[in-house]
């Protein structure tokens, strides 16, 4: 830290002043410098902090700082994956903030300090976020590491991340001053918050069955679901839960809300919020089976249109629509331009993705073949992917930019298909 200019906590007043929610995410993707975000869980958060910012909402984000970030993906000859730390420099991008607070994990206190972001947008609005940090001499060897890797270590370290984004997070925000009415869960990974919530609202001994006034809880909390597979939720065992968390909250009331097997963090969100959602119509439909009893509303994912289009696209709608990047809802009308402004650009977005693909693989791609990209997860169910480029007569080359895993192997023998 020597060197290192701090965010004076005077220099939050403007945002203490105004931002009355909080939005909690693992991960977040702000800029390609910042590797705080692992796939479309994090772009999302990221999308939504620069829409916030254009809106001018009164909005505090909370992550990770992951300074070993998630992976640096390499394949070698054969076309297998290859994975190691994908490390950024906070200093470079962010500056830590004059405030520590301690959580209890193991029986010990670990030491959490904030390192902040403003992100800016075009219209001079501006929202910070605020990256969770346990690499500090007051901190254990081992307990320095918890925020090191996103999504990192063993079941006990993930359990710790849980608690510092979700307790830390929650207990961070009240420090520094801030007056939160309203916090939004994105995914289940910080759904420790509601038990820091919970413990606020204690009721007197005697008053009701339940120690605690949910309800309180539930008109705060905001969670949105992504996954539609149930291996996929973060579940930890009341063992280890007990080893980790300590009595920080009486073992009955965590399973009345969390399960009585495990303690299951998208069914504590779940329990916990007044306000649940999806991300599509079909993903609301489907969590709906995976959760009967529970109301879950659609939000279609969106994307911050001005962050994901290409120059000259941009410069074609910027020409025809000049309020396009603040109201994306005029992109309605792109259906009038020509066939021929659009083909161009097209082109030209081509021409840049061919050379792309050509600086970063050194493989040449065809601008005159159609280019099939895939910028999705592999799992096992995208298999058909393997032989989408076979369809008879018709040619077709595949530009992928994402992480594969799954069972073991697999991602191999995909990787290599796709390859070949």
Same mark, same amino acid.
């Given at each position: 830290?020597?060197?290192?200019?701090?965010?004076?906590?005077?220099?939050?007043?403007?945002?203490?002043?105004?931002?009355?929610?909080?939005?909690?995410?693992?991960?977040? *993707? !702000?800029?390609?410098? &910042?590797?705080? =975000?692992?796939?479309?869980? %994090?772009?999302? #958060?990221?999308? $939504?902090?620069?829409?916030?910012?254009?809106?001018?909402?009164?909005?505090?984000?909370?992550?990770?700082?992951?300074?070993?970030?998630?992976?640096?993906?390499?394949?070698?000859?054969?076309?297998?994956?290859?994975?190691?730390?994908?490390?950024?420099?906070?200093?470079?991008?962010?500056?830590?903030?004059?405030?520590?607070?301690?959580?209890?994990?193991?029986?010990?206190?670990?030491?959490?300090?904030?390192?902040?972001?403003?992100?800016?947008?075009?219209?001079?609005?501006?929202?910070?976020?605020?990256?969770?940090?346990?690499?500090?001499?007051?901190?254990?060897?081992?307990?320095?590491?918890?925020?090191?890797?996103?999504?990192?270590?063993?079941?006990?370290?993930?359990?710790?991340?849980?608690?510092?984004?979700?307790?830390?997070?929650?207990?961070?925000?009240? *420090? !520094?001053?801030?007056? &939160?009415?309203? =916090?939004?869960?994105?995914? %289940?990974?910080? #759904?420790?918050? $509601?038990?820091?919530?919970?413990?606020?609202?204690?009721?007197?001994?005697?008053?009701?069955?339940?120690?605690?006034?949910?309800?309180?809880?539930?008109?705060?909390?905001?969670?949105?679901?992504?996954?539609?597979?149930?291996?996929?939720?973060?579940?930890?065992?009341?063992?280890?839960?007990?080893?980790?968390?300590?009595?920080?909250?009486?073992?009955?009331?965590?399973?009345?809300?969390?399960?009585?097997?495990?303690?299951?963090?998208?069914?504590?969100?779940?329990?916990?919020?007044?306000?649940?959602?999806?991300?599509?119509?079909?993903?609301?439909?489907?969590?709906?089976?995976?959760?009967?009893?529970?109301?879950?509303?659609?939000?279609?994912?969106?994307?911050?249109?001005?962050?994901?289009?290409?120059?000259?696209?941009?410069?074609?709608?910027?020409?025809?629509?000049?309020?396009?990047?603040?109201?994306?809802?005029?992109?309605?009308?792109?259906?009038?331009?020509?066939?021929?402004?659009?083909?161009?650009?097209?082109?030209?977005?081509?021409?840049?993705?061919?050379?792309?693909?050509?600086?970063?693989?050194?493989?040449?791609?065809?601008?005159?073949?159609?280019?099939?990209?895939?910028?999705?997860?592999?799992?096992?169910?995208?298999?058909?992917?393997?032989?989408?480029?076979?369809?008879?007569?018709?040619?077709?080359?595949?530009?992928?930019?994402?992480?594969?895993?799954?069972?073991?192997?697999?991602?191999?023998?995909?990787?290599?298909?796709?390859?070949?």
């Amino acid at each position: 830290m020597t060197g290192v200019k701090a965010f004076s906590t005077s220099s939050l007043e403007p945002f203490l002043q105004r931002s009355r929610i909080a939005y909690f995410s693992m991960e977040i *993707a !702000l800029r390609p410098e &910042i590797h705080t =975000y692992s796939g479309g869980l %994090g772009v999302l #958060a990221g999308d $939504t902090a620069r829409s916030c910012a254009d809106f001018s909402l009164p909005i505090v984000f909370v992550t990770l700082l992951s300074r070993a970030g998630y992976v640096h993906q390499d394949l070698d000859k054969q076309g297998r994956q290859l994975t190691q730390p994908n490390p950024w420099q906070p200093e470079d991008w962010t500056q830590p903030v004059n405030v520590m607070i301690a959580v209890r994990a193991e029986g010990r206190d670990v030491w959490i300090r904030p390192w902040i972001y403003l992100l800016n947008c075009p219209l001079g609005h501006c929202v910070p976020v605020l990256l969770l940090d346990t690499d500090l001499e007051q901190n254990s060897p081992q307990d320095r590491h918890i925020t090191d890797h996103l999504y990192g270590g063993d079941e006990a370290n993930r359990l710790k991340q849980e608690i510092v984004l979700g307790i830390g997070g929650a207990r961070i925000l009240q *420090a !520094l001053g801030f007056q &939160i009415s309203k =916090y939004h869960l994105n995914e %289940g990974h910080a #759904a420790l918050l $509601t038990v820091y919530l919970l413990r606020q609202f204690r009721r007197s001994k005697g008053v009701k069955a339940s120690l605690y006034d949910d309800e309180q809880v539930r008109e705060r909390c905001i969670f949105t679901t992504h996954t539609p597979v149930e291996a996929a939720f973060d579940k930890f065992s009341y063992a280890l839960v007990s080893r980790v968390l300590g009595d920080y909250i009486e073992l009955d009331e965590l399973k009345r809300h969390a399960g009585d097997d495990h303690l299951n963090m998208t069914r504590l969100a779940l329990n916990l919020s007044g306000y649940v959602n999806g991300v599509s119509e079909r993903h609301a439909q489907t969590a709906s089976g995976m959760f009967p009893g529970y109301d879950v509303r659609a939000v279609t994912n969106g994307v911050h249109a001005p962050t994901w289009t290409h120059v000259s696209f941009a410069r074609l709608f910027h020409e025809s629509f000049p309020q396009w990047a603040h109201d994306p809802e005029v992109l309605r009308r792109a259906e009038r331009l020509s066939d021929d402004v659009v083909w161009n650009a097209h082109q030209d977005a081509k021409r840049d993705l061919t050379a792309l693909v050509k600086a970063r693989c050194d493989t040449s791609l065809s601008a005159d073949v159609p280019i099939l990209g895939f910028a999705r997860r592999m799992w096992n169910t995208n298999d058909r992917l393997c032989s989408s480029a076979t369809w008879s007569g018709f040619r077709l080359s595949c530009a992928g930019a994402r992480f594969s895993w799954c069972s073991p192997g697999w991602p191999t023998r995909v990787t290599s298909r796709v390859l070949l």
